[in-house]
């Protein structure tokens, strides 16, 4: 199914860079679809960035980093860290990540802001792709303001979990 994705995002063309991956509600998987979807390019050969925007409630923090030891996105955003800092190699070749940081008060007045439209923009120059993991469309907003600097978005829908109306007016609010 990755595999199937990946071919499908690959064949969007050379204009989708960054994308936006969401969902209507909470632990519908769009967090693994996430991270499978840049491995899976980053195994190809792309050179990829993935970037967990979910500032409020990251379920790839409380899996793989300690969220009061690790520099991310929210500290990027708000001036205390460089990129450099925040910017973490994988195990997977090809593949980089920016974790969400520490969770601050004002997740959507940092994504909002100038600093990350330049990072989206800068980032697209170097990596093949930018995936950008959100938090739920269906639950906050930062999915829509997250999309408005990508140039796609995806939307996972959890199969017998979410009606066609609910996430019918969910794509129309992405």
């Given amino acids: 199914a990755f595999k199937t994705l990946r071919t499908n995002v690959q064949f969007c063309g050379t204009d989708v860079k960054a994308i936006a991956i969401t969902s209507c509600h909470p632990n519908e998987g769009k967090s693994t679809v996430s991270l499978e979807l840049s491995r899976s390019l980053a195994e190809v050969g792309k050179k990829v960035l993935f970037i967990d925007a979910d500032m409020r409630k990251s ?75 959100t938090p739920p469309l269906g639950v906050v907003i930062d999915c829509a303001v997250i999309a408005n600097v990508c140039d796609s978005a995806i939307m996972v829908i959890a199969a017998e979990k979410v009606s066609n109306r609910r996430a019918v007016v969910i794509k129309n609010q992405l």
Avoid: M, R, W
Avoid at 68 to 88: D, K
């Fill in 59 to 133: 379920v790839i923090v409380k899996k793989y980093a300690d969220a009061a030891g690790i520099c991310g996105l929210s500290q990027y955003l708000s001036g205390q860290n460089s990129l450099e800092e925040v910017l973490f190699a994988t195990q997977v070749e090809g593949l980089h990540a920016i974790f969400a940081g520490q969770f601050p008060a004002n997740p959507v007045e940092l994504l909002n802001s100038s600093a990350f439209k330049k990072l989206i923009e800068e980032q697209t120059k170097v990596y093949d792709y930018v995936i950008v993991d």
